[in-house]
Nanobody
Framework: VQLQAYGGGLVQAGGSLRLSCAAS????????MGWFRQAPGKEREFVAA????????FYADSVKGRFTISRDNAKNTVYLQMNSLKPEDTAVYYC????????????????WGQGTLVTVSS
């Protein structure tokens, strides 16, 4: 599966952005989808994941209550709605997919998008 993330940009603290990740292929519903991010000088970290049907989600503590992951299997797209953004949310955001693992470990995700930059100004 090929992934294309988009929707990043510059936003003021307290603002909102919605990221999207479009997947190629006809088996999108066969993949767990995740969002990860990498800030300058830091390692890539888990943000959120959503199960195959979208019935289950979980989040990193740092974004819980502010970010919402969702998916539309008919449109082969996963979303990350980001509200109440903080400067520390500044990072390149990546979507990722894997067929078997529902979790936060990046090593278990097989397919990655190219990343989209989110910059939150104070």
């Amino acid at each position: 599966v090929q992934l294309q993330a988009y929707g990043g940009g510059l936003v003021q603290a307290g603002g909102s952005l919605r990221l999207s990740c479009a997947a190629s292929g006809r088996t999108f519903s066969s993949y767990v989808m995740g969002w990860f991010r990498q800030a300058p000088g830091k390692e890539r970290e888990f943000v959120a994941a959503i199960s195959w049907s979208g019935g289950s989600t979980f989040y990193a503590d740092s974004v819980k209550g502010r970010f919402t992951i969702s998916r539309d299997n008919a449109k082969n797209t996963v979303y990350l709605q980001m509200n109440s953004l903080k400067p520390e949310d500044t990072a390149v955001y990546y979507c990722a997919a894997n067929p078997n693992y529902y979790g936060s470990r990046s090593q278990r995700y097989d397919y990655w998008g190219q990343g989209t930059l989110v910059t939150v100004s104070s």
